[in-house]
């Protein structure tokens, strides 16, 4: 999906590792989000950065930290991974008036 | 408490049906509300509304945005196979970070 990447674009770890999913951008944009998607419960917001140098939490954080690590890149890191963070997680960018532009995810399994 | 609630939330019809898909919200700083077709990977834009009452087109899609009532409809004429996707509808929250709220989705299936 042109614009924005996302690697790894699968991954399964065991309960307790830790790694990092990232995302970068060409596209030029302020604003970067990450979303879990779960059956039946739609897209997610776990944190959001509305520019570079800032981040807050979305919806549902707990067990999740980013890092804006300039203007196109930003990572989110599961220090303890756990069965419940079982989903997809798709990054998103945006600028002025714009709709987000989604990457094409990353499908992680916890064991 | 900020939410989107979209019906039905699964829909199988036959090619050449016309189908109308709902998207109801009650958020606070209401912006725009937006579109989405997910087929295996990432969600792809279709439309944004911001405005009541202005109808917009693209091809057999088009959709509409009711800000008294508080919805929006997405039709689908002449469907076809490729038109099977999940659609999404998100209200764009904005108080200067574009923060979406998104329904479940509607699963639809076109069958030939």
């Known amino acids: 999906n042109a614009g924005v990447t996302q690697t790894p674009k699968f991954q399964v770890l065991k309960t307790g590792q830790s790694m990092t999913l990232q995302c970068a951008q060409d596209m030029n944009h302020n604003s970067m989000y990450w979303y879990r998607q779960d059956p039946g419960m739609g897209l997610r917001l776990i944190y959001y950065s509305a520019s570079e140098g800032t981040t807050d939490k979305g919806e549902v954080p707990n067990g999740y930290n980013v890092s804006r690590l300039n203007k196109r890149e930003f990572s989110l890191r599961l220090e303890s991974a756990a069965p419940s963070q079982t989903s997809v997680y798709f990054c998103?960018?945006?600028?002025?008036?714009?709709?987000?532009?989604f990457g094409d995810g990353t499908r992680l399994s916890i064991l | 408490e900020d939410k989107v609630v979209q019906s039905p939330l699964s829909l199988v019809v036959h090619e050449g049906d016309t189908v109308t898909l709902n998207c109801s919200y009650e958020?606070?700083?209401?912006?725009?509300l937006l579109w989405y077709k997910q087929e295996k990977k990432a969600p792809t834009f279709l439309f944004m509304l911001t405005s009541s009452g202005i109808e917009k087109k693209s091809g057999r899609l088009s959709s509409i945005l009711d800000k008294k009532e508080l919805f929006s409809i997405l039709n689908i004429t002449a469907t076809q196979t490729g038109d099977s996707a999940i659609y999404l509808c998100?209200?764009?929250?904005?108080?200067?970070?574009?923060?979406?709220?998104f329904g479940t989705g509607t699963r639809l299936k076109v069958l030939a």
């Open positions: 958020v606070t700083n209401f912006r725009s």
């Open positions: 998103a960018v945006t600028g002025s008036n714009q709709p987000q532009h």
């Open positions: 998100a209200a764009d929250t904005t108080s200067g970070t574009y923060k979406y709220i």
